[in-house]
């Protein structure tokens, strides 16, 4: 038994919008740099990109796949010593669009599909080739109802599992303010017993789900849903199993002791955390929406209404609610966007970022060992004053939010406008 980091939710260099570097070799990279032990393969539906999943991954535990050695050796070689032992194992999974009309509405909704091996992978993507075109998106996007798609994965495979993606995005969300629905028995019918997960989507998080009674006996996961190697693991799902498909995939159905919780971005960096319009550069909160009757006081038209307000239109109960089963729950801002911080960078790409962030992985280890467990001490004594403080201030959620909204991403910063830097480090001799 081990602590598993998991991220299912990822895109090949197949989906739009993606980095040329969204391959499994980049993917096995930054894997290990992060320190995450099971990754997504994405896109399997996609011709392409599943014949490179049969040429470069080879199976290993139960269900669960390896990058061939003449890959993976050269890669480990690049790396520093510290994450070269990091174990990296791939399991077959999709995210898939539906566009349809149920109840007298257009639905559009995003959802995750994990299977066990590749004669299902064949299987289902045989099956989707007759509804819609596979080649044309790495995440393809299927006129059919959410419901016989999942009826088609249960059918290809009783032990594949089936996520509805990001639940509270506007437009692509099962409960999405602009295009979802308002409970899972009315957007699968008879077969909503058959959801045994959601994910939260990076504009939420378990806090504000566990509002809802509707979710109580579903199990709340998160995935970073990366377009690039370097996103991976800006959410991911935690687990203490052994390595193998069967038991990572059953403590994620079942919700039981294995499943520890999940590691979350402050919701309000979400791109759809709160209600407006950008284009008219206006940010509200639900009461202010609610004060507004919906409407932008710029432009006149229907403003964007974000997860916070819908969330609080389907909750059954107030903010603050734990149930007695409560999993971990675990905020980071990713180790480059700190680095930058520190660096005064607008960029995680510049110089400085990238060789401070080989630095610090180089002497400590990888990046969710920094920001989670590396003691507050060690990081000083490697020589990261600043870092040492910024870790410090991450952990207790001692952060600067600014919500994201329709379309924008928020801001989470450690350290305030103007705060000095001799300030900060005299605050270090405090902890």
């Excluded at 599909?113 to 596979?134: K, Q």
Aim: contains cysteine; aromatic residues 8%.
């Amino acid at each position: 038994m081990q602590e598993l980091v998991v991220d299912l939710h990822i895109h090949s260099h197949y989906s739009r919008a993606t980095s040329k570097d969204c391959t499994f070799e980049g993917l096995y990279r930054w894997g290990k740099l992060k320190g995450i032990t099971v990754i997504g393969t994405g896109d399997f539906t996609h011709p392409a990109w599943f014949s490179e999943m049969r040429q470069k991954l080879e199976p290993a535990e139960g269900g669960l796949f390896k990058l061939r050695d003449e890959l993976a050796t050269p890669i480990d070689a690049s790396l520093p010593p510290s994450v070269q032992n990091q174990p990296i194992r791939f399991v077959p999974t999709v995210e898939i669009a539906t566009i349809y009309s149920k109840g007298g509405k257009v639905r559009k909704l995003h959802q995750l599909v994990v299977m066990p091996d590749f004669d299902g992978v064949s299987e289902l993507n045989a099956r989707l080739e007759r509804i819609g075109n596979l080649k044309a998106d790495g995440r393809p996007i299927l006129g059919l109802d959410s419901k016989e798609l999942l009826r088609h994965t249960l059918e290809v495979n009783p032990d594949s599992l089936y996520i509805p993606a990001h639940i509270w995005t506007p437009w692509f969300g099962m409960f999405g303010s602009k295009s979802g629905f308002d409970s899972l028995q009315e957007a699968f019918e008879e077969l909503a017993p058959q959801i045994r997960a959601i994910e939260t989507g990076l504009s939420s998080d378990p806090h504000m789900n566990w509002r809802v009674e509707n979710l109580d006996d579903i199990t709340i996961t998160s995935h970073s849903d990366a377009h690039s190697p370097g996103k991976l693991g800006r959410e991911a799902t935690l687990v203490r199993s052994a390595l193998s498909y069967g038991e990572i995939i059953g403590a994620i159905k079942s919700n039981d002791k294995r499943l520890i919780g999940t590691i979350e971005f402050f919701p309000e960096e979400g791109k759809y955390h709160a209600d407006g319009h950008r284009a008219c550069n206006v940010r509200l909160l639900p009461t202010q929406t609610k004060k507004l009757g919906g409407i932008c006081p710029v432009c006149g038209k229907p403003l964007v209404v974000g997860v916070d307000n819908r969330v609080s239109e389907l909750a059954t109960r107030s903010e603050g609610y734990k149930p007695s089963n409560a999993k971990q729950v675990t905020y980071i801002i990713p180790l480059p966007e700190i680095l930058a911080e520190l660096e005064n960078s607008k960029s995680t790409n510049g110089k400085r970022v990238v060789e401070a962030y080989r630095q610090v992985i180089t002497l400590l280890g990888n990046e969710f060992d920094i920001l989670r467990t590396i003691s507050v001490n060690t990081i000083e004594s490697a020589g990261f004053k600043l870092l040492a403080l910024a870790i410090d201030r991450l952990r207790k959620g001692e952060v600067v939010r600014q919500s994201g909204y329709d379309g924008l991403y928020g801001t989470i910063k450690i350290f305030k406008d103007g705060e000095e830097r001799k300030t900060m480090t005299n605050q270090l001799s405090l902890l």
